[in-house]
């Protein structure tokens, strides 16, 4: 398999929707897109600061700009048919037809599952599950269209089941039960969706990180045991470059981590901006 070409604008004329595009992987994802060429729309449920989390719409639009990219900020809920609905038509309407979807917003609740509550549950597979997929539906009947689109929904290392017994403190006590379930039900979701639209040659993957991804807000919430090991969000955003740039007949089907990605296409890690590797 031939690996993506990356630092060389092969996003150019295309149009991408990312989700969670407020803070963490969502904006590496966006600036990095962006350097590659790519108009992106992003979406996040406010474009103001939110309480107690850093990072917002405005600041990832001030950044691609000042990058030279172009961009465009679309506020909506997730958890909302409606806010859903609104996302593909702005996006078309300001930026073009909808090449790429990257669904990164999610909704965790570390709690025991034998004590969530049913309205938590269900909020927690409303955006982790539902939106993704009604979002995938919206865009891909312009993909099949125009013969071409790449789908990548991001997941996580929680979805690897835990062995035992004995268990670890983590599978025991940190509550990912419920968040690890609904990546589950999305990457068997998004391998169905691969395999019935490979004749219309729309790539469908998921993606998760191979450690800790010590975002910010992560950073803040403290979901991050300190001695578990992390990776920058650069290569999130490299492989996810690579998944939404290769050839979608054979770059399709994937349940796959970011630097065992990286790693098997030969592709080496850029600086979000795309202008150089990066350095250790």
């Not at 639209?197 to 991804?213: E, F």
Request: proline share 5%.
């Amino acid at each position: 398999m031939t690996p993506s070409t990356t630092g060389a604008g092969v996003l150019e004329g295309k149009v991408a929707i990312v989700t969670g595009a407020s803070r963490g992987i969502g904006v590496g994802i966006a600036q990095r897109f962006a350097a590659e060429g790519a108009a992106v729309a992003l979406v996040a449920r406010t474009v103001e600061a939110r309480e107690g989390l850093p990072g917002t719409l405005r600041e990832t639009v001030a950044r691609i700009e000042a990058g030279g990219g172009r961009c465009i900020a679309v506020q909506a809920d997730l958890s909302d048919p409606a806010a859903r609905a609104r996302i593909v038509d702005r996006a078309q309407a300001e930026l073009g037809p909808v090449d790429i979807l990257v669904n990164n917003a999610a909704r965790a609740f570390y709690e025991p599952a034998q004590t969530i509550s049913e309205k938590r549950l269900r909020l927690s597979l409303e955006i982790n599950l539902v939106g993704p997929f009604d979002l995938m539906q919206r865009v891909i009947p312009g993909m099949r269209e125009r013969g071409a689109g790449w789908i990548l929904n991001l997941s996580s290392a929680t979805s690897v089941a835990p062995s035992g017994p004995p268990w670890d403190d983590f599978a025991k006590h940190r509550g990912v039960a419920t968040y690890a379930t609904t990546k589950i039900a999305l990457e068997r979701m998004s391998q169905g969706l691969a395999a019935e639209l490979h004749d219309d040659g729309i790539a469908v993957n998921t993606l998760a990180p191979v450690a800790a991804v010590l975002t910010e807000a992560a950073e803040q919430l403290g979901v991050i045991p300190k001695s578990a090991p992390t990776e920058p969000v650069e290569t999130m955003a490299e492989a996810a470059l690579a998944l939404c740039s290769g050839d979608p007949r054979e770059l399709t089907g994937r349940v796959t981590l970011s630097l065992r990605l990286l790693e098997e296409l030969g592709v080496e890690v850029r600086t979000l901006d795309g202008k150089a590797l990066l350095r250790a």
